[in-house]
């Protein structure tokens, strides 16, 4: 597929979200984080899977900010997060 980075961030929850699940995505060089969960309101998010801040070779394209950016809890398993900028 295509790969483009994002100008904010790779993958953003936002809102009342509920039941939301993130999975095998590569997310990297985004200008800010590859994820990021930004509502306090939002419940039952998975993030399972995903390559965070590296492309699907596993070399190192950091987003700028985080590999993941939670407010409210999420269950996070079994992702590759590395290389990833100022957080």
Known sequence: GIQQANAIDGIRIAGAS?????????????NQSG????????KR???????IGINQADASVPNLQNGIWLIRSATVVNNTIQANGAY
């Open 18 to 30: 509920e039941a939301v699940t993130v999975r095998n995505n590569i997310l990297s060089g985004n």
């Open 35 to 42: 994820i990021r969960v930004a509502s306090a309101s939002s």
């Open 45 to 51: 998010i998975l993030i399972e899977g995903n390559k």
